[in-house]
């Protein structure tokens, strides 16, 4: 059975990016600190990181967060979901208007401007035919960004939450 599942990194003091996240700092200032398990060379990072991908039948992400993604110091060949992990699933992108362009062309993207219950249809069909060629119960993860995950919270649409617990990256008083 296919299951919405809400997969981000958070830092222990509650954060999902450093300070002053953009387009060109997509993770905030500081914000790689919490994503040092996804590049980490230890085996058991590179575990979570490959059951974590291997499940994806569809990845659902706000638009925020596409544009971090598709911008120019976004995902490239080694960096990027799952990169050397898994195949590449279907992205749904929720959004207001789909971008004029699309700079990574190599990813099947659907854009979808009718809310976050239809992305969540939307990438469940994804990944149920996903999981149908191959043969292997796939999921749909709800990548984030933070509000896109909060948002599916609230609406009850996330079926589990995995968190990635990292180092604060903000200071607190």
């Known amino acids: 059975m296919t299951r ?7 830092s222990l003091d509650g954060f999902v990016t450093g300070p002053d996240p953009s387009p060109d700092n997509g993770l905030g ?3 790689e600190a919490l994503h040092t398990w996804a590049f980490s060379d230890d085996p058991d990072d590179r575990q979570v ?4 991908a291997a499940r ?3 990845v659902i992400l706000g638009r925020h967060l596409f544009d971090v993604v598709d911008g120019p110091k976004g ?7 799952g990169a050397g992990e898994v195949g590449k699933p279907a992205f749904v992108v929720v959004t207001n208007a789909p971008p004029e362009s699309v700079r990574l062309t190599g990813l099947d993207w ?3 401007t009718t809310g976050l219950p239809d992305a969540v ?3 469940r ?3 149920e035919a996903a999981s149908s060629d191959s043969g292997k119960d796939l999921d749909v993860i709800l990548m984030g960004g933070g509000a896109t995950i909060g948002s599916a919270l609230d609406a009850g649409l996330v079926d589990a939450l995995t968190l990635h617990l990292g180092v604060p990256v903000r200071n607190v008083s």
């Not at 990181?49 to 974590?52: G, K, V």
Request: proline share 0%.
């Open 49 to 52: 990181l490959r059951e974590a």
């Open 29 to 31: 200032t500081g914000g």
């Open 75 to 81: 995902w490239d060949d080694n960096v990027g979901y």
């Open 4 to 10: 919405i599942i809400a997969d981000i990194s958070v």
């Open 121 to 123: 249809t939307a990438a």
């Open 125 to 127: 069909k994804r990944a």
């Open 56 to 58: 994806s039948g569809a």
């Open 110 to 112: 659907t854009f979808i």
